[in-house]
């Protein structure tokens, strides 16, 4: 599976959008990037995931580039609530889920 | 709505005792895995099963044996405890094994192992 960059620490206001980028500069064809928080003493959450196509849920928005070495995690409307660790992460067909460090959102009042 | 439960929340046991972690999901799920987060480690997985009657070896199989119940239930045992066992230990399951689904984690099991 291809390694991910993603900042340490980010800082948002509530109510703002926060936009968590990550590089993946070594994506295959195959691979798909899935992003997961997790709260703190909680189990990882699962937010969304693409392929080549920009998508959208209930939760956030992914913004993959065109040549898919790096996407944007969007939270368009950030509360406290979503204070976390953001984590980045690129797949293929193994079961293993590779969880890097993380992007530590901070969401401040 | 209980998605994946995990029992018990914490657990401390001595050196040389044994234990079986518990993992139960209602969301109709094929696959289970079993991960462990140690700090500065990120999460590593230890066992999974791609449907019920399977299970496959991780990524830190050691230690630990696994059995798939039935389609709801995964469990995972610690046949002798040994301090490195200490961490935080997660249950998650997904609609079956492959790029295209995200999992669902249970809250974990904090064990200490003294």
């Known amino acids: 599976d291809a390694k991910t960059t993603q900042p340490p620490s980010m800082d948002c206001a509530e109510g703002r959008a926060a936009n968590l980028p990550c590089n993946h500069s070594?994506?295959?064809?195959?691979?798909?990037v899935y992003w997961y928080r997790q709260i703190h003493s909680q189990g990882p959450q699962y937010i969304i995931h693409?392929?080549?196509n920009n998508e959208t849920n209930e939760m956030a928005s992914l913004i993959i580039t065109e040549d898919r070495k790096s996407s944007t995690l969007i939270q368009p409307h950030a509360t406290l609530r979503d204070t976390a660790v953001y984590y980045c992460?690129?797949?293929?067909?193994?079961?293993?889920?590779?969880f890097g460090k993380g992007t530590k959102l901070t969401v401040n009042p | 709505n209980a998605g994946v439960t995990q029992t018990p929340k914490f657990q401390v046991l001595k050196t040389g005792q044994s234990m079986t972690l518990q993992c139960a999901q209602d969301?109709?799920?094929?696959?289970m895995y079993w991960y462990r987060q140690d700090p500065g480690m990120g999460l590593r997985l230890i066992y999974y099963?791609?449907?019920?009657?399977?299970?496959d070896k991780g990524e830190v199989p050691n230690g630990y044996n696994v059995s798939r119940l039935n389609k709801r239930e995964f469990s995972l045992r610690l046949e002798s405890a040994a301090p490195s066992q200490t961490s935080v230990y997660f249950c998650?399951?997904?609609?079956?094994?492959?790029?295209?689904?995200?999992?669902?984690f249970g809250s974990g099991t904090r064990l200490t192992v003294v």
């Open positions: 998650a399951s997904s609609l079956r094994t492959g790029v295209n689904y995200g999992y669902t």
């Open positions: 070594t994506i295959s064809g195959n691979e798909y």
């Open positions: 693409g392929l080549k």
């Open positions: 992460i690129v797949r293929s067909g193994s079961e293993k889920l590779v």
């Open positions: 969301m109709n799920h094929n696959s």
């Open positions: 099963s791609a449907s019920e009657g399977t299970t």
